[in-house]
C-alpha cells in the first residue's frame, strides 16, 4: 500500500471558503488607523479565494504578528487561525499548520463544518508524522458527528482504516473493515470499492488466505461498484501468483479464473472513468466542493491506473501462464493446454507468448491431441515465424512432423520432416529429422524412396551420432517392407555384426533376428527360419517379439509336417500376449483338424470358452464346434451352436469368426431346407431391426447376399450395396468391407466404394482382406485415369496378399494366382505396355501360364500380348498369339472373335493377303461368333480381299477347323 497516501489525500480535499465568517467586531471604528488591518485581511481574503496559499500563509501570519497582541483585533486574529492552517495544509506543510490548527480546534465558537475540515486535516499530518492513533482520533471525531456532510464522513472512516495499513496493523485493518465495510458500501458503493480493496490487501499481508479468497470472489460479483479495475486484477494476480509459490493449485485458480482480460479491464476502468467525470461535472455544478474533490482524488488515481495497464502489454500473458501452470501443477494438461491454446491465439506476439505456444504444442502432444498439435505449431509458425524472438522453430518444425506423424499423415510429416532438415542443417534435430523423413516414407510403403534417403544419411552422418543404429536398422527394413529379402537379411546380418562388436546390446538385437527368420519364412524356406526363431527364443526371452516368432516357428514346423514341434511352439506363446496366443490355440485346432481328430478337436475349443471367455476370437471357436457337430452327423446341434453364437455375438463390432458362422449355415440347410434358412435370416433381421442391433443387421443383409449369389450376381451385390448406408468401417469386418466394396465399384459408386476400402486399410491393416482392397483402389484409380496411382496400389496388393503366388518367370515376374490376382496383372501389363513393353510381355506370359487362373483372364492374356505385339509391328509373334485363344478357349467366343480379327489384321500388315482372306472367312462362316461384330467386319475384308472363302469342311465336321500343320505357316 502506497504510504504517501495522505501527501496525495492532502492535494484534494475539499477547498471551505471561510472568509465569509471573518469579518471585523461591530464596534470596531472605521478610522484611518484601523484602515490598514483591514486592507491587510481582504488582501488575505482574496488570496485564500483565488487558491494563493503562499500569499494567503505570508499576509494571514503578517496580521497575526502586526496586530495580534492588539485586544482590539482579537475576535479577527481568533478568527484567523483556522483559515492559516487551512492554507497550510493545503500546501502539505503539516507541520506548519499543527500550531494554528490547534488554536482554532480549541475555540468553541467555530463553526462544525470548519471544524471537521481542520480535525480532517490534522489527521492527514498525523498520519504523515506517523501518529496513527492520534490520526484515528480526530477521523473518529469528524465521523461521529451528523452535522458534518455525509461524504466527508464516509472519507474519514475510509481513512481511518487506511491508517491501519499505513501502520501495516494487518489485523486492525481487518477488523475494521470488517466492521465498518458493509456501512461505507451502502453509503457509497464507491467508497466501498476502495475500503474492499484495502481490506483485501490486508488479509493477504495477514497471510489470511481463505478469507483473502472469500472476499476477492465477492468483490468480483460486484465489480460494477469497484472503480480502481485495475487494482484489483492486480491484487487477484498477486494472490493468485502466491498461492502458485505456495503449491496450492486449486486456491490459484479459484482466484486466477476471476481475472478478466486486459481488454475488458480497460473497457470497465474507461467506462468507470468516464462515469466518475461525469460525477465530477455534476458536483461543480451543484457546488459540492467535498465531492468535487473526492471524485477528483478518484479520477487521478484511476488515470494512474489505466496508464500503468497500457504500459503492460504482457499483463494477459502473464495472468493466463499463471491459471495455466495452475493446471498444469494439478496434472491436468487438456485444461492447460486449452488456457494456452486460447491465449496464444488471442494475444499480441511476445516472448511470453512465444514460450507458451512451445508450451502448447508439448501439452497437446502428450495428450496425444496431434491435429491440436499441429495447429498449434502452425499459429506459432504464422504469428511468430517472422520474429527475433522465435527462437524455437527448428523445434516446432520438428514437433509439427510429430504431430502430423501421429494423426498419422505420414506424407506430412515426411515434408515437415525434410523441411527441417533443409532449413537447419547444423542443428542437433537435423539427423534425427532426415531419419524420421525416411521413416515416414517407409510408411507411405515408398520403401525405394525410404532407401535411398536413408544411404544418403549413412553417408552424411558420422558413426557415433546417436542416430546411426536406427538409420542402419531401418536401410534393411525398407528392403524387408519391400519383400527384397536378400538384401534385407544381408543387411539385418551386417546390423547384428556390428552391434556384437560394440558389446552385443543393441536396441533392434531382437527385431533383427526375427526379421531374418521372418524373411526365409516368406520364402518357404522353413529349416532356416526354424533355426531363427529358435535362436531369438533361446537369447532374447523377454523380446516383445517372441509371441510372433513363436507363432512363426509353429507355422514353419506344420509346413514341415513337424505337427508334434508346431503344437509345442504354439502352447509356448504366453497368455499375456493376447492376439497370438489364441492365434496359436486356433491354429491348433487346425493340426486336430489335419489328424482328423474331432473329439481332441472339440475338447480343444471349448476348453478354450472356458478359459478365453473375454477373447476377440470366440466366434471361431464356436463356428469350429458347430463344424464338428456337423461333421459328426448332428446337424441339429450344429445348428443350434451357430445360432446361439449368432444372436450372442452377431451385434458385436468387428469379431473375427461370425463371418465363417454365417457362411457355415448354408451346408447346414441343403437342398429343400434352403428356403427355411431364408425364413430364419429374414426373422433375426426383423428382430434385429425391433432391436436396433445395427451390426448384426449389416452381417444378417451379407449373409442374405452370399445366398443369392455374393458380388458374383446381380442380386447379391446389390443387396451388398445396400448394407453401405449403414457401415462405419472401423466396427464392421474385413469381409463385409471388402465384399460391399467390390459390390459398390461394380455398380459403379466408386466414392462409397473407395471410403469402404480406404476404411479396410485404415482400420484393419493386418487383414488377410487388405490386398483386395489394394486392388479395389488400384481399378478405382484406374478408371480415374490416375495410371501412377494405379500402378502403386497394385503393388502394394502383390506384396501384401496372402493368397499363393505362381513361381518367378524369367524376368522374376510372379503373379497372384486367383481370379482376383490375374485382374490385377492383366491391368498391370496394359499400364506397363507403353514404358515397358518386353515386361508387360512377361507379365502377359505369367498369367497364360497360370493353370489356377480362370480360363477367361488367360485367353485375354494371350489377347493383350498378341496385341501388343502387332502395335510394335511384330506381326509374326503375333500370330501364334491370335490362334491359340480361337483354338483353345472357344467358351468365350467374343475373345475369339477378336483373336480372327486381330490375327487377320496382322497378316496384312505382313502382306499375306490370302492368309488374311482365309482367316476372314473362317470368322465370318463360324456360326458361334455370328452375333459378334468383328465376323461382319469379317466378311466385309475377305469380300474385299477376293471374296468369302467356304469352310472345306463336310456338314457335321469340325467347327472349328484344326490349327494349320506347321509348315503351312507363315
Request: glycine share 6%; aromatic share 8%; hydrophobic share 40%.
Amino acid at each position: 500500500m502506497d504510504r504517501a497516501l495522505p501527501s496525495k489525500l492532502s492535494s484534494f480535499l475539499p477547498l471551505v471558503f471561510l472568509s465569509c465568517w471573518l469579518v471585523l467586531p461591530g464596534d470596531l471604528l472605521i478610522s484611518q488607523e484601523n484602515q490598514a488591518p483591514l486592507v491587510l485581511l481582504q488582501d488575505a481574503d482574496r488570496a485564500y479565494r483565488s487558491s494563493n496559499w503562499p500569499e494567503a500563509v505570508r499576509l494571514f501570519t503578517r496580521f497575526l504578528e502586526t496586530y495580534g497582541a492588539d485586544p482590539a483585533l482579537a475576535d479577527p486574529s481568533q478568527k484567523i487561525f483556522p483559515l492559516l492552517a487551512l492554507s497550510h495544509f493545503r500546501q502539505g506543510a503539516f507541520d506548519a499548520a499543527k500550531e494554528p490548527a490547534e488554536k482554532a480546534l480549541a475555540d468553541p465558537r467555530l463553526e462544525p463544518l470548519v471544524r471537521a475540515e481542520l480535525r480532517f486535516f490534522s489527521a492527514l499530518g498525523s498520519l504523515t508524522a506517523g501518529h496513527h492513533e492520534e490520526a484515528r482520533a480526530h477521523l473518529g471525531a469528524v465521523f461521529s458527528d451528523p452535522k458534518v456532510d455525509p461524504a466527508r464522513r464516509m472519507e474519514s472512516l475510509i481513512v481511518g482504516g487506511t491508517s491501519y495499513v499505513m501502520e501495516e496493523n494487518w489485523s486492525g485493518a481487518i477488523t475494521f473493515f470488517e466492521r465498518h465495510g458493509r456501512e461505507i458500501r451502502q453509503s457509497n458503493p464507491e467508497a466501498g470499492g476502495r475500503a474492499d480493496l484495502l481490506h483485501l490487501h490486508s488479509l493477504m499481508k495477514a497471510e489470511q488466505w481463505d478469507q483473502a479468497i472469500l472476499l476477492a470472489q465477492d468483490v468480483a460479483t460486484r465489480i460494477d461498484q469497484v472503480r480502481q479495475v485495475v487494482t484489483f486484477s492486480s491484487l487477484l494476480i498477486a494472490l493468485g501468483s502466491q498461492f502458485l509459490t505456495d503449491g496450492h493449485p486449486y486456491k490459484a485458480i479459484a482466484v486466477l479464473r476471476l481475472v478478466r482480460s486486459r481488454a475488458e479491464i480497460l473497457a470497465l476502468q474507461q467506462a468507470k472513468l468516464s462515469e466518475a467525470r461525469a460525477d465530477l461535472a455534476y458536483a461543480k455544478e451543484s457546488h459540492n466542493p467535498v465531492r468535487e474533490n473526492q471524485i477528483g482524488t478518484s479520477i487521478r488515481e484511476m488515470e494512474v491506473d489505466l496508464e500503468k495497464i497500457e504500459a503492460m502489454p504482457e499483463f494477459d500473458s502473464a495472468s493466463r501462464l499463471r491459471l495455466a501452470q495452475a493446471y498444469s501443477d494439478l496434472g491436468r494438461p487438456r485444461e492447460t493446454s486449452l488456457i494456452l491454446d486460447q491465449m496464444v491465439r488471442q494475444m499480441p506476439p511476445d516472448e511470453l507468448v512465444e514460450s507458451a505456444t512451445v508450451n502448447l504444442i508439448c501439452g497437446w502432444m502428450s495428450l496425444d491431441r496431434w491435429s491440436r498439435a499441429s495447429r498449434a505449431a502452425d499459429v506459432y509458425l504464422e504469428r511468430l515465424g517472422h520474429l527475433p524472438l522465435a527462437k524455437n522453430i527448428p523445434g516446432v518444425l520438428f514437433a509439427k512432423a510429430q504431430a502430423c506423424e501421429g494423426q498419422p499423415d505420414h506424407a506430412k510429416a515426411a515434408e515437415v520432416y525434410a523441411d527441417m532438415a533443409a532449413r537447419f542443417p547444423g542443428h542437433e534435430l537435423a539427423f534425427k529429422a532426415r531419419f524420421l523423413q525416411a521413416y515416414n516414407k517407409i510408411q507411405l510403403e515408398d520403401h525405394a524412396g525410404g532407401g535411398a534417403l536413408l544411404d544418403a544419411l549413412l553417408n552424411d552422418m558420422p558413426t557415433d551420432n546417436e542416430m546411426w543404429d536406427h538409420a542402419f536398422f531401418w536401410r534393411a527394413m525398407a528392403d524387408y517392407f519391400d519383400q527384397k529379402w536378400d538384401p534385407a537379411r544381408e543387411q539385418l546380418g551386417r546390423y547384428l555384426e556390428r552391434i556384437s562388436k560394440k558389446g552385443g546390446a543393441g536396441l533392434y538385437r531382437d527385431d533383427a533376428i526375427f526379421r531374418i527368420g521372418y524373411a526365409y519364412f516368406s520364402e518357404a524356406l522353413y529349416q532356416p527360419a526354424i533355426r531363427e526363431m529358435t535362436r531369438l527364443e533361446k537369447e532374447e526371452p523377454t523380446s516383445e517379439w517372441l509371441p510372433e516368432a513363436l507363432l512363426t516357428l509353429g507355422d514353419a514346423c506344420a509346413a514341415l509336417g513337424e505337427l508334434d514341434q508346431a503344437l509345442l511352439a504354439y502352447r509356448r506363446i504366453p497368455p499375456e500376449a493376447v492376439g497370438f496366443h489364441d492365434e496359436g490355440w486356433m491354429k491348433c485346432g487346425q493340426i486336430f483338424k489335419a489328424r482328423k481328430d474331432l473329439e481332441g478337436m472339440r475338447n480343444l475349443f471349448e476348453d478354450f470358452l472356458k478359459l478365453r471367455r473375454d477373447s476377440s476370437r470366440i466366434a471361431e471357436a464356436l463356428h469350429w464346434l458347430g463344424w464338428i457337430a456337423k461333421q459328426q452327423g448332428n446337424p441339429e446341434q450344429a445348428r443350434k451352436i451357430s445360432w446361439d453364437a449368432l444372436r450372442r455375438l452377431g451385434n458385436d463390432e468387428a469379431r473375427p469368426g461370425i463371418e465363417e458362422i454365417f457362411l457355415g449355415l448354408a451346408p447346414l440347410y441343403p437342398g429343400p431346407e434352403r428356403k427355411a434358412l431364408e425364413t430364419a435370416l429374414q426373422q433375426e433381421r426383423v428382430a434385429a431391426e425391433t432391436g436396433r442391433q445395427t451390426h448384426y443387421l449389416v452381417r444378417l443383409g451379407w449373409a442374405e447376399a452370399q445366398l443369392s449369389g455374393g458380388s458374383g450376381s446381380v442380386e447379391g451385390r446389390t443387396k451388398l450395396a445396400a448394407l453401405a448406408t449403414r457401415i462405419e468401417p472401423k466396427d464392421t469386418s474385413p469381409r463385409i468391407l471388402v465384399d460391399c466394396a467390390e459390390a459398390l465399384a461394380t455398380l459403379g459408386k466408386k466414392e462409397d466404394a473407395a471410403r469402404l476400402f480406404q476404411g479396410l486399410r485404415k482400420w484393419y491393416p493386418r487383414a488377410p482382406e487388405r490386398d483386395r482392397a489394394y486392388a479395389g483402389l488400384g481399378f478405382l484409380a484406374l478408371e480415374r485415369g490416375e495410371q501412377a496411382e494405379a500402378l502403386v496400389q497394385f503393388d502394394r496388393f502383390e506384396k501384401t496378399t496372402v493368397m499363393p503366388k505362381s513361381a518367378p518367370g524369367p524376368g522374376g515376374i510372379s503373379i497372384v494366382e486367383a481370379e482376383i490376382g490375374g485382374k490385377v496383372a492383366l491391368a498391370r501389363a496394359r499400364l506397363l505396355e507403353p514404358s515397358d513393353a518386353d515386361r508387360a510381355l512377361q507379365v502377359y506370359t505369367a498369367v497364360q501360364k497360370s493353370k489356377p487362373l480362370p480360363s477367361r483372364l488367360r485367353a485375354e492374356a494371350l489377347l493383350g500380348a498378341a496385341e501388343l505385339q502387332v502395335r510394335r509391328n511384330r506381326f509374326r509373334e503375333s500370330l501364334p498369339l491370335f490362334e491359340q485363344v480361337y483354338v483353345l478357349f472357344n467358351r468365350h467366343p467374343e475373345l475369339v472373335a477378336e483373336a480372327y480379327w486381330g490375327r487377320g489384321q496382322a497378316l496384312e500388315g505382313m502382306g499375306s493377303r490370302e492368309l488374311a482372306r482365309e482367316v476372314y472367312s473362317e470368322l465370318a462362316c463360324r456360326q458361334d461368333l455370328q452375333k459378334t461384330k468383328q465376323a461382319a467386319d469379317g466378311r466385309t475384308r475377305a469380300i474385299a480381299l477376293g471374296g468369302v472363302i467356304q469352310p472345306a469342311i463336310p456338314e457335321g465336321g469340325e467347327i472349328p477347323p484344326k490349327p494349320r500343320a506347321p509348315q503351312e505357316r507363315p
